[in-house]
Every structure is written in structure tokens, then in C-alpha cells.
């Protein structure tokens, strides 16, 4: 009963640990909830006619600004060249927009496309993203 017990939690602690490491590389899906941003200028933006992301490198800075009465939400998906990548989505409706602050490496590139979705299925709308913009963070 002993052996078997001690089985068990070495599994499990290795199985978190895996999960931890899987993870590290994929922010996936966040909504972006603040309604203000620090005073930054120099922002490098990718924009649609129904959505508009932008990336500023001082604070890892994000902005996703829903331009369209549409009934999708604006998405800003972002991927770093070590690989890590993730979603930033803005629900709060047409002519709106929201911030969120990321945490990256220091002078890693970044490149960003801003989208339309559906963020109750966390779905991209076929066809409805920018062409990529290069930043750095």
C-alpha cells in the first residue's frame, strides 16, 4: 500500500511538472480587461477594418481595439521568435479598447496580426487577419 501510494504522488508530481513545461511556451487565450494604459507613444500596430492590435516594446504593452459593429470580437495574436505565442481578445464590443501588460525577454522580436474571433469559442474568423507587423520587446 505504501509503494503504491508513493507511486501515485511521484506520477503526479511528475505529470504537473511536464504540464508546467508544456505551458511555458503558450500564453493561449487572455482577455484583455484594462480600460487604461501608461502614456507610451511608438506603438507598432496591425489593423483591419474590423480590428486593430498594437504591441509597444517599454512593459510588453498590448492594445486590441474592436473597429466594427460586427458581433465579433477583436483579437490581437502575437508570437515571439523563441516560439511562445498567445491570444489577446477584446469582448467589450465596437469602438472599444483594452490593454494587457505581458511580462517577455528583453530584446526578443515579436510579431503581431490583429483579427476578429469569437470569444466564446475562442475561434478565429477565417480570413479576418492583418498581414504580420514586426516589433521587438
Known amino acids: ?15 504537473v511538472t511536464m504540464l508546467g513545461n508544456t505551458t511555458a511556451y503558450a500564453d493561449g487565450h487572455e482577455l ?7 502614456g507610451l507613444n511608438e506603438w507598432v500596430c496591425a489593423e483591419t ?4 492590435g498594437c504591441f509597444y516594446h517599454d512593459g510588453d504593452w498590448f492594445s486590441v481595439s474592436d473597429l ?6 477583436a483579437v490581437v495574436y502575437w508570437q515571439l521568435t523563441n516560439g511562445r505565442w498567445g491570444y489577446i481578445w477584446n469582448n467589450a464590443g465596437n469602438a472599444t479598447m483594452r490593454y494587457k501588460n ?3 525577454p528583453e530584446d526578443m522580436d515579436v510579431e503581431i496580426w490583429a483579427c476578429t474571433g469569437e470569444w466564446g ?5 477565417p480570413g479576418s ?7 521587438n520587446a
Open 32 to 38: 484583455a480587461t484594462e480600460l487604461s494604459r501608461p
Open 129 to 135: 487577419c492583418s498581414s504580420m507587423q514586426p516589433g
Open 1 to 15: 500500500m505504501r509503494k503504491s501510494r508513493l507511486a501515485t504522488v511521484v506520477s503526479i508530481a511528475a505529470a
Open 49 to 52: 477594418s474590423s480590428a486593430r
Open 102 to 104: 505581458k511580462d517577455f
Open 121 to 125: 469559442t475562442k475561434e478565429i474568423t
Open 68 to 73: 466594427k459593429s460586427d458581433g465579433h470580437s
